[in-house]
């Protein structure tokens, strides 16, 4: 515990630190009401040379997707080179190389970070980049577009379907009830019911922030926090959220193994029918396929987080990309994101749902899900004051650091308490 306050303690001054260092480091700083740029490439740039883009797609770079990508754009830009660099703990990690300025040319844009701050550390994006495309201005500032969504999902449980004819499941769960009956059978078929990943810890924040944001029907919950001095109740969807998990658990209905990092291996178990379901979004689809499964027994249902017939079922971003402040190359740069997100098939590769709002997808999977006709709620931006007052709170959202902790914590409401000790001092020094 001791070691992650240390950790957090850091990224927190480091956060605090980010707008100074960047001064110190080039007094050319970008204004943000400066115009956005207006089209790829600008007459005179340089669309040769060597770019560096950070990525938390390690999987994709040692299949080598992201190098048959960059092979295609190679092609398109006679003279151009991609290197890619793979950040497991992406969250933490690219914080911290942040502050150094040690962030290549393209990198994906740090949900820890407010929106105030981006012009600090990113070069605006081209506005043709943004035309029918969703969330557009999640990474904006003062009308200036820094980070563009690399594909656009939303969560429930991936299944294989073999896995639950096996165990006399004739028909998905509509309920939570029947949910844990569905995982008793499982279970007594030898199957481990629902691979939660929970040694991986990131996957984690389906159990927490994820899940809380769209229960209720709105995606305003958590920017909803910054006006509450005890947001984490036993009887809110934070309580409930968390509580689902910890009776999975319990029931042993999860891994056996819950210290052990076994993300790789857990996309396996599912493919083969040792496992039979994940909480994740529809983009695992796709890794579970690669992973040995025939498309036609992976299924995707909404998670039925409650005894209502009727669930919502969020509509999200997935990470955003931008182009690095410091980058040597900004053009080259610009014109790989735009090639990356539109052309080099990474969104369908992925499993990802179309950014491009004219696009709709023919993923059979999730035909699947909206058949069970759930209310997609559109996700909205956390604003930079639920940014700030998470920061100095040191509640690592969306990294799934502090979701472990609550799982394994014998008093959730104990727990609870302590977040919400943190949250409302965090309130006080704020004056939010």
């Excluded at 040692?62 to 950040?87: R, T, W």
């Excluded at 550390?121 to 990474?139: G, I, T, W």
């Excluded at 996957?203 to 709105?218: F, K």
């Excluded at 931008?322 to 740069?333: I, W």
Aim: charged share 20%; net charge negative; proline share 5%.
């Amino acid at each position: 515990m001791i070691r992650k306050w240390n950790r957090w303690l850091l990224i927190g001054v480091l956060l605090l630190c980010l707008p100074a260092a960047a001064g110190c480091r080039e007094t050319s700083q970008a204004d943000p009401k400066a115009e956005p740029a207006k089209g790829i490439p600008h007459a005179g740039g340089q669309m040769s040379g060597t770019i560096h883009v950070m990525t938390n797609r390690v999987d994709l770079i040692e299949s080598g997707v992201l190098e048959k990508y960059a092979e295609h754009f190679e092609q398109k830009y006679p003279g151009a080179k991609v290197e890619f660099e793979g950040i497991t703990d992406y969250t933490n990690d690219v914080m911290v190389r942040l502050s150094t300025r040690d962030i290549g040319d393209v990198l994906l844009l740090p949900v820890s970070i407010a929106n105030k701050d981006l012009p600090s550390y990113f070069e605006p994006l081209n506005e043709s980049m943004f035309e029918h495309v969703r969330f557009p201005d999640f990474k904006s500032y003062n009308g200036v577009r820094y980070g563009i969504a690399t594909g656009s999902s939303t969560i429930g449980i991936v299944y294989n379907k073999k896995s639950f004819a096996k165990a006399g499941i004739h028909e998905v769960p509509g309920t939570l009830n029947a949910f844990y009956e569905a995982c008793a059978k499982l279970k007594a078929a030898g199957i481990i019911p629902l691979y939660m990943n929970y040694g991986a810890k990131w996957p984690l924040q389906q159990w927490g922030e994820n899940m809380v944001n769209y229960m209720t029907g709105s995606s305003d919950a958590l920017n909803n926090m910054v006006n509450e001095d005890e947001p984490f109740q036993l009887d809110n969807p934070w309580g409930q959220a968390v509580g689902i998990a910890k009776t999975l658990i319990n029931r042993g209905y999860v891994e056996d193994h819950l210290f052990s990092n076994s993300w790789e291996i857990s996309k396996s178990k599912i493919a083969s029918g040792d496992s039979a379901m994940y909480f994740l979004g529809n983009w695992a689809i796709q890794q579970v396929i690669d992973a040995g499964a025939n498309a036609k027994d992976i299924g995707f249902f909404p998670f039925p987080y409650d005894n209502n017939k009727q669930h919502y079922a969020p509509l999200t971003p997935d990470w955003f990309i931008g182009v690095s402040k410091f980058s040597t190359n900004k053009e080259l740069a610009r014109a790989w994101i735009e090639f990356y997100v539109k052309e080099s098939g990474y969104v369908n590769d992925s499993g990802f749902l179309p950014v491009d709002t004219t696009q709709k997808t023919t993923m059979p999977q999730f035909q699947e899900f909206l058949s069970y006709k759930p209310e997609l709620v559109e996700n909205k931006q956390q604003t930079d004051e639920f940014i700030e007052l998470a920061n100095k709170a040191g509640i690592s959202f969306w990294s799934g650091d502090y979701i472990q902790e609550l799982i394994a914590s014998p008093d959730l409401g104990k727990a609870f308490e302590d977040l919400n000790r943190r949250w409302k001092q965090a309130r006080r020094n704020s004056k939010i």
